[in-house]
C-alpha cells in the first residue's frame, strides 16, 4: 500500500473529525487504525489542540512524517459519524484506498441541514429551552422568534470562514436585541414574563456544553494539552456569548 | 407532579432535538438524541422537586445522560459524543451564567461573584457526572447484546 497516500487519508480523517467536535482520543485512535493499515505496526498519530500528527516507518521510502493544523472549529456530529463509519469499513477491508479517498471527498463537502430546517429547528428548540425554564408562553414566543434570527445569522456566517469568538459574541447581543425588541413591540408585560428566560433559551447552544465535555473528557484520558487548551476556550466562549448579551442588555 | 416535572421534561425532548438539528445530527438519531435530553432533565426535575437538591440532581442527571448515551453508542454504532452532547444540553447553567452577566452590569459584584460559583458548581456537577461513567470500560455497556 502506498504509504503517503495512506498517511494522507489518516490526516484528512483526523482533520474532518477534529473540526466537526470529536474528542482527542477518538481523533487519534482513528487515525492510528488507518496507519496501521499499511505494512508497518510502527505509527504514531498524535493531536496536540489543534494540531495534527502522523509518522509511519515504511521501508521502502523510509520515515514519513506529516503534519497538519486545523483551523476551522464548528459543530457537525453528521461528519463524525460517517468518517467513524468509513474509517470501520477501510479498517475491515470492505473499502479500498481510492474509494476511501474518495468518499473522505465527499465527507467533507457534505452538506448541513436546509437553511429554513436550522431557523425552524433553532426557534423551535430555543421555545421549547424556555418552556422547561419555567418561561410563560410569551417568553417562548419570544425565544422563538429571536431563536430564529439567530438561526438564520448562523446559518449565514458557516458560509465563509470566521473566528469563533466573533461568531459567538455577535450571537449573543444578536439574541439579546431580538429579544428585547419583540417584548417592546408588542407591549409585552414584563412584571409577568421573564426576559432574561427567553434570552437564555436562546443563547443556550452557543455556550461551550460541548468544549466543556470534550475538555474533561480528553484531561481524563491523558491529552493534558487538548484538555487544557479546551477548557480555555469554554472560558472564552462563555465570555464572548456572556459579554454580547450583557451589550444588547445595555441598549435598553 | 405532572406541572413541574412531566410537562418540563416533554418541553426538554422537543428542545434537544431541535438544538440537535444545530449540531447537524444525522436525521435518525434526532429523536435519540431527544430522548437523552428529556431523561436528563426528568431525573433532575425529580431530585429538585422531592429532595431539593438541584446539584446532586444534576449529578445523577448527567450520569443517566452519559450512561444512556453510551448504550445507544452502542447499540446504534454511532459515537456516543452525538447523544452525550445533546442530553446535558438542558443540563448547562445558562441561566446562571445570565445572571452573573446581568449581575455584572448591575455592578452588583456580591451578587455576581455568588452566580459565578454557582455556575462553577454545576459545571463542575456536569464534570463529575459525567466521570462516573465515562470511566466505566466499553464492555459495562455490552449487557444487552445488539441485535445482528
Known sequence: MDENRLLKLALDAGEIMLASGAETH??????RRILLMG?????TASTLSTMLIVSIHSEKDGSLTLSRSVENREVNFQKIAHVNALSRAFVSGKVTLDEAQEEMEKIYHEPCFSLPVTTIAYGIGAAAITLVFDGTLWDALAAFVSGAVTGIFFALLARWKKPYFLATFLGGILAGVCAMAFYRIFQVDVQANNYNIAIVGCTLPLLPGLTMTNAIRDILEGNFISGTAKLMEALLIAVAVASGIAIALSFF | MLQEVILPSVAAFIGTAGFAVMFNTPRRELLYCG???????????LFRLYWQQPVVGTVVATAAVTAAARFLSYHRQMPSTLYHISGILP???GVAVYNTMSALLEN???????????VL???GAISIGSIFVLIL???AFEIIKRRA
Do not use: E, H, N
Not at chain 1, 505494512?39 to 505509527?43: P, Q, Y
Not at chain 2, 452588583?108 to 454557582?118: E, R, V
Open chain 2, 35 to 45: 430522548f437523552c435530553g428529556m431523561l436528563g432533565w426528568f431525573v433532575f426535575a
Open chain 1, 39 to 43: 505494512d508497518t505496526d510502527m505509527v
Open chain 2, 121 to 123: 458548581k454545576y459545571a
Open chain 2, 91 to 93: 443540563l448547562v447553567p
Open chain 1, 26 to 31: 477518538r481523533v487519534q485512535d482513528t487515525m
Open chain 2, 137 to 139: 470500560p466499553y464492555s
Open chain 2, 108 to 118: 452588583d459584584l456580591i451578587g455576581a461573584f455568588s452566580y459565578g460559583m454557582a
